[in-house]
């Protein structure tokens, strides 16, 4: 695992918890959500993508 994408996650956090709270106290919630939301995927997708090259590894390795 590279120590990235744990600086990648961690950044998009920082960055979608001051929005939300700057969004949540001009009384926008609905869009704080979205934001929240929209990160959540760009998140999952980079989670999914080191799953699917992990198992690409693994399936490599053992020749299957």
Do not use: C, H, P, W
């Not at 919630?29 to 999952?44: G, H, I, N, P, R």
């Amino acid at each position: 695992m590279e120590v990235d994408l744990i600086f990648k996650i961690a950044a998009i956090g920082i960055i979608v918890a001051v929005i939300n709270i700057l969004l949540n106290r001009t009384g926008r919630d609905d869009q704080a959500l979205m934001v929240t939301l929209a990160a959540l995927v760009v998140v999952l997708t980079l989670v999914v993508k080191q799953i699917s090259d992990l198992f690409s590894l693994i399936k490599s390795l053992f020749g299957l």
